[in-house]
């Protein structure tokens, strides 16, 4: 059941209705739920329906009587656990028309033929169409191909389950070998997406008739456990009467108060947690909601883009812009709707969905009219008009034909038989289809890729030197003055910490906080930690400081780098770093003519085959500079390195950053079977720039004694942090690989007979006389038990 506190309907027992709302109790509240028309039958007078905008009673209502969604739960829980079964088959129905296609089935309109009908085709909405229902045809074999099962399954056993005035009605459901039939409430006024289509977009007034009738829906589906996942305006059909009836439920799932992980829906209407892949609940269907809201008024969808991976993008930022005519209260709606973070998404607070029913934008409504189809309908459909203009035409498509070949070659067992088709532009076609493929498998699996060697990564290890000398400029950081000295980094100033396997480090930026003993001090104003006498909740006695420097002692002290300010003081080592600081920052451009040594060593053991970068004749006054005269040079110039990520040097020298240095060992031993000179890649894994973790740094200290007092020397080091990678592979020729590649190869020759194949079978004008030659047809049992069996259930 869902959460009481989020999903709630808050009405309870003990609070008082006023006159009208007694009035209505006395109705039989099974009624509600077993019924689409409470009242028998639509909308007949403005007397008898009020408009949304006025309301029988000064504050409209937000609630349903809570006894009536427990008694829907109640009937659905027993609906759910077990299901109904019905003695029906196809023979018992009368084709009326198509309504649509989809898939793996179509819909049509159907007529009950035998006598007598059984009570739940009576028709309480239109007795004119009693025994008349929309059947949907599901092929098994078609959703097993296209792994649709649990769809199908989910979707019969949840339809069967509800009722809901504004949910599509579920009738019946059978089985035989080849489909499953689910009958449904026939809806004559096509999808709300047409007449949007149509209109353009609607006013206001006619979307939030038709959204207050969605958030009904909703909210009978999550008290329910179930998340819909699909809302959009093409699974939302418009009743004779003008009313909503929700409708494809096959992505809705039952969880509770669980969470799903599946990504599906339709792309525009996705929630945020459905792309990162995060888990998600019942708030999905709030984002859908108030993407619907947007686009019915709009016309368009808030995240629209021709790239789908663009509609992800601005999904994920959140970011859209309504449009100049929409109301204050319109946009508070879908800016709530559309909140990424779910704790703040209206639906998904404390009071659940009554938060979106009691919003301002619906103020002037009254929900219990809304619930009894009370209200007048803005627009009702001429259901003498086609609404279903896609299924007319019964003439095979495009669609029709690869169906078609899609379930002749892979759902039918064929034996080898030889047919001479005497056709010189079907012969010419197939050779040279032919000498497509012979070409393909020459020129890229066996030339360009390779396909006739065997392939290993290399294994091995650089030895690094990096050698350099910079001036450095020591700034005093104190709050009250700006000394400069100037000093000489060498090698053991800035190689810290020491080379390790396959990396290194260059220091470029040290703050030092010198004499730091333990004491209690001001914190810096750098941790804006400020207070005063009476105020000193920051600094609560023996809580830690946010940058974990001390403990607090409670005391509102004056700042040491600012008198006219008071901080937290703490105990600690004091001074605390940055208030009483030494930067020393190195040259750029000296860091730039620092070079680094690799010396490498690789290993193929597959083909023993032992390498190294450096050569018997290298010249190690050379520099590399990615030219082919200097491929096998060991050197490299930081200031090279640095140019090739195109970033902010700057950035990097105060923060720091993470580098790599790929070695890439492609080596063809065909060729050079005792040489491979390595290519060189460098990548900027993390700098500066980044604003959740910028740069690499580190702290240390060293401890001295002065008088039977312990001092320290803190330094905070900054720098660039290299990581050198070796990867590529080496292939050398085999024998078995060879035959492997030209067998995969040849395998597509049959390409150019399946091609041939098809033309004559279902473009050519004597496919069928084609056809008879070709194929020996033996009948046998057509119930497969593979296919069909996660179908079984339902």
């Not at 939302?236 to 494809?248: Q, S």
């Amino acid at each position: 059941m869902a959460n009481n506190q989020r999903f709630r309907v808050s009405l309870t027992i003990k609070q008082k209705l006023d006159e009208r709302f007694q009035r209505l109790q006395q109705i039989d509240r099974a009624h509600f739920f077993h019924t689409y028309a409470p009242m028998g039958s639509g909308p007949s007078s403005s007397s008898n329906h009020p408009t949304l905008t006025s309301s029988s009673s000064s504050t409209p209502n937000t609630t349903i009587p809570h006894d009536l969604y427990k008694q829907a739960r109640e009937e659905f829980d027993t609906r759910y656990g077990t299901p109904t079964t019905f003695s029906l088959n196809y023979r018992d129905f009368q084709i009326i028309r198509p309504l649509g296609r989809g898939a793996f089935g179509s819909v049509k309109e159907v007529k009950y033929a035998r006598e007598p009908v059984p009570d739940y085709l009576q028709s309480h909405d239109n007795p004119s169409k009693s025994y008349h229902v929309a059947l949907k045809i599901i092929n098994k074999k078609s959703a097993h191909k296209m792994k649709q099962e649990e769809h199908v399954v989910n979707e019969k056993r949840i339809l069967q389950s509800l009722h809901f005035p504004y949910i599509i009605r579920f009738y019946f459901s059978f089985k035989d070998n080849a489909n499953l039939y689910i009958g449904l409430e026939l809806i004559e006024g096509g999808e709300l997406f047409r007449h949007l289509r149509d209109c353009e977009k609607f006013d206001e007034k006619k979307a939030k008739f038709y959204s207050s009738q969605i958030i009904l829906a909703l909210e009978y589906l999550h008290l329910l456990g179930i998340v819909y996942r699909d809302l959009k305006p093409e699974n939302l059909l418009i009743d004779r009467h003008g009313y909503i009836k929700m409708c494809d439920f096959g992505f809705a799932k039952k969880i509770d108060r669980g969470k799903a992980y599946t990504l599906c829906g339709t792309p525009e209407f996705l929630a945020p947690e459905i792309i990162l892949g995060r888990g998600y609940n019942m708030g999905v269907d709030y984002w859908a909601l108030g993407v619907l809201i947007f686009e019915m008024n709009a016309g368009y969808s808030p995240f629209w883009d021709a790239d789908q991976q663009k509609i992800y993008h601005k999904i994920i930022n959140g970011k859209f812009r309504p449009r100049s005519a929409f109301s204050e209260n319109l946009i508070d709606i879908v800016r709530g709707l559309l909140q990424k973070d779910l704790t703040k998404r209206l639906g998904m607070m404390f009071n659940g969905i009554n938060d979106i029913k009691k919003h301002a934008w619906f103020r002037d409504l009254d929900w219990m009219q809304v619930f009894l189809k009370k209200i007048r309908a803005p627009w009702v459909p001429d259901i003498r008009a086609n609404n279903f203009p896609d299924a007319e035409d019964e003439e095979p498509t495009l669609k029709d034909i690869f169906h078609s070949l899609l379930f002749d070659v892979f759902l039918t067992y064929s034996t080898v038989k030889l047919v001479k088709v005497p056709h010189t532009y079907i012969a010419v076609l197939n050779r040279a289809l032919q000498a497509v493929i012979f070409a393909y498998i020459i020129g890229y699996i066996v030339l360009l890729k390779q396909g006739y060697q065997q392939f290993q990564e290399p294994r091995g290890t650089s030895v690094i030197k990096v050698k350099g000398i910079a001036k450095v400029t020591g700034n005093n950081a104190s709050f009250y003055t700006n000394d400069q000295t100037k000093y000489i980094w060498d090698t053991p100033e800035y190689e810290n910490p020491a080379i390790e396997n396959n990396a290194f480090f260059i220091a470029t930026h040290q703050t030092v906080t010198p004499g730091q003993t333990q004491q209690t001090c001001p914190t810096a104003l750098a941790d804006k930690l400020f207070c005063n006498d009476t105020a000193t909740d920051k600094c609560k006695t023996d809580q830690p400081t946010p940058n974990t420097f001390g403990y607090f002692t409670g005391k509102c002290v004056v700042s040491r780098e600012n008198s006219t300010l008071k901080v937290c003081e703490m105990n600690g080592w004091c001074p605390e770093e940055l208030s009483a600081s030494m930067d020393y920052i190195m040259d750029g451009d000296d860091l730039e003519n620092f070079t680094i040594f690799l010396k490498t060593m690789v290993t193929f053991t597959l083909f023993k085959k032992n390498l190294r970068n450096i050569q018997d004749n290298t010249d190690f006054s050379c520099r590399f500079d990615g030219t082919p005269r200097t491929a096998d040079c060991p050197i490299i110039r930081v200031g090279y390195i640095l140019d090739q990520l195109n970033t902010n040097k700057t950035a990097l020298l105060l923060a720091g950053g993470l580098i790599e240095i790929r070695q890439d060992w492609t080596c063809n031993f065909d060729r050079h079977p005792k040489r491979c000179i390595p290519k060189y890649e460098f990548s900027l894994l993390q700098s500066g720039d980044d604003k959740q973790s910028p740069g690499i740094n580190y702290r240390t200290a060293q401890k001295y004694r002065v008088n039977d007092t312990d001092y320290r020397t803190l330094s905070k080091v900054y720098g660039l942090r290299f990581v050198v990678a070796i990867t590529g592979k080496g292939g050398q020729f085999n024998i078995v690989n060879l035959f492997i590649a030209i067998g995969s190869g040849i395998g597509f020759m049959v390409i150019a007979g399946i091609v041939c194949d098809a033309i004559l079978m279902y473009i050519h004008k004597s496919r069928e006389k084609y056809k008879q030659g070709k194929f020996d047809v033996c009948e046998v049992d057509d119930e497969d038990p593979t296919a069909t069996q996660n179908l079984t259930e339902a």
